[in-house]
């Protein structure tokens, strides 16, 4: 169990038997509705999300409300599960809205739930699963530079904006404060681009004379939108995980029943020290991920460091894992048919959402009052 000695905050690191619970009812649940064909066969179409699939994820599991207070309507729960639902994501690249919504949206409304107004009441409709919202930033913005983004009106345009096309609500930041708005209503346009990664699709945002309602003044909505980054940044380092766990597990056992000169190809020397090496990587990974998510649910004051280092480590696990995935399922891999270049394309795109491993780096090394590398 997490443990407090002397005010410092020890990280634990393991699974609890509520997390696994959690993990196999995810797991069992993509199986059946995100295998890969129904992935693949998902983004050839113009409706890349599965809406029952998001459904029985968001309201039937409860896991849309993990990160809300039971008072508040959610499950009570924390970034610990939430980031267990994350790794089963990542290891199914299923198109979802998870992260966009259910945690950095999320957590965004309650660091303002005590401001009054309309928050509580979106909070509530995020928390159920009736209602999707995003953070209208570029979906490269860290954490860092969260504070920043409260300048403007709300007549702007901001490209690379995850999950828009599957909003109810946009979460706008300005230099008044921050505002929400529907992305049904007048002076609103969403227009989806053509992204690397087509599991978890973008949009450029036009608001154009958009009327919507005033959240929080400028000051409390900074420091929501910075608390709403960290989070995303934080347990995205656990969808890299999964996804690299896959990439891992998906790569040795086609190595074993792969046959070159009548031998296993994993059999070979130059492969096992690649995928040895991938495993330490992976188990690294799995450290630094686990620690930003315990760091996050235990309100840590070391918890932008540990985010900070999870990004800087996982992101770059997951491309490399990915890679050698694809390479090392030979020409198979480089096929349409098989589901690595969906696991390719995911890692390379995460690994430049709410900020780079370069950036990340450089907020280690301010965190710890280092020079920069």
């Known amino acids: 169990m997490t443990a407090q000695t002397e005010g410092v905050h020890a990280p634990d690191l393991l699974y609890s038997e509520a997390e696994d619970d959690l993990r196999s009812a995810v797991r069992s649940l993509l199986a059946d509705r995100a295998a890969a064909p129904a992935v693949i066969a998902g983004i050839e179409s113009d409706t890349p999300y599965d809406q029952r699939l998001w459904e029985s994820l968001a309201s039937g599991i409860g896991a849309a409300g993990l990160l809300v207070p039971e008072k508040l309507g959610g499950q009570g729960a924390g970034h610990r599960e939430a980031a267990v639902v994350l790794e089963e994501l990542g290891r199914s690249v299923a198109p979802a809205p998870y992260l966009t919504s259910s945690v950095v949206a999320t957590e965004v409304l309650l660091a303002l739930v005590a401001e009054g107004g309309p928050a ?16 209208a930033l570029p979906f490269a913005t860290a954490p860092a530079d969260g504070a920043g983004a409260m300048t403007g009106t709300l007549d702007r345009t901001v490209t690379g904006v995850a999950d828009a096309a599957a909003a109810d609500v946009l979460l706008v930041p300005t230099a008044e404060g921050l505002y929400a708005l529907e992305t049904g209503g007048d002076g609103v346009a969403v227009r989806p681009l053509v992204p690397l990664d087509l599991t978890r699709p973008l949009a450029t945002v036009t608001l ?38 896959w990439c891992l597990t998906e790569t040795v056992r086609h190595t074993r029943e792969r046959h070159q000169f009548n031998r296993p190809v994993g059999s070979f020397q ?19 991920a686990r620690n930003a998510a315990d ?29 050698e995935c694809v390479q090392l399922h030979g020409g198979i891999g480089m096929t349409w048919e098989h589901p690595a270049h969906l696991y390719l394309k995911r890692a390379k795109a995460d690994s430049i959402a709410y900020g780079s491993a370069g950036r990340h780096r450089d907020s280690v090394a301010e965190l710890m009052e280092l020079p920069a590398p």
């Open 270 to 288: 130059s492969l096992k020290h690649r995928m040895a090496q991938l495993w330490l990587e992976v188990v690294s990974a799995r450290a630094a």
């Open 120 to 135: 509580a009441e979106l909070l509530e409709g995020l928390a159920a699963g009736r209602r999707v919202a995003v953070l």
């Open 208 to 245: 154009h004379g958009a009327t919507g309602a005033l959240l929080a003044e400028a000051g409390p909505s900074a420091a929501a939108v910075t608390r709403g980054l960290l989070a995303g940044a934080g347990l995205l380092a656990s969808e890299q995980l999964g996804l690299a766990e």
């Open 295 to 323: 760091a996050l649910a235990a309100g840590s004051p070391d918890a932008p460091l540990a985010v900070a280092v999870a990004q800087a480590y996982c992101s770059e696990v997951a491309v490399h894992a990915a890679e």
